[in-house]
């Protein structure tokens, strides 16, 4: 999709700080961070959430959470992390291209909001 921020950023368009990219995923630093590592880990085909993700490819969402512990493992988060996947504005999601957030780095409170 050409208006896509995501898909500018899967597609080197837009420049964003790569940490993770093979021919189906890439993982880059959130430019507003809510921990000390806040990664988001998004398929390079465009899918507005994870059920459309879910429903067109399961194996892709599946490789997104293997990607996410490869993200979390590399940024030495041994002691815990969080995977958070939004659906939807009342969820917070901002940006309609699935995306799933790896958040650690600092002791996550429960509940989150």
């Known amino acids: 999709m050409s208006d896509c921020l995501f898909c500018g ?3 080197g368009e837009i ?3 790569i940490v993770y990219s093979d021919g189906a ?3 880059f630093r959130d430019l507003n961070p809510q921990a000390p590592t806040h990664v988001l880990v998004i398929p390079r085909e465009h899918h507005v959430d994870a059920a459309h993700l879910a429903a067109a490819n399961p194996a892709l969402l599946g490789r997104l959470a293997g990607v996410a512990a490869e993200v979390a493992e590399s940024d ?3 002691g815990g992390y969080r995977l958070v996947l939004n659906s939807g504005a009342d969820a917070g999601q901002t940006v309609n291209h ?3 957030h790896v958040l650690g780095g600092r002791h ?3 509940p989150p909001g």
Do not use: F, M
């Open 98 to 100: 699935v995306h799933l």
């Open 108 to 110: 996550l409170s429960w």
């Open 25 to 27: 995923i890439v993982a």
């Open 9 to 11: 950023i899967a597609a």
């Open 15 to 17: 420049p964003a700080e």
């Open 76 to 78: 030495g988060l041994g």
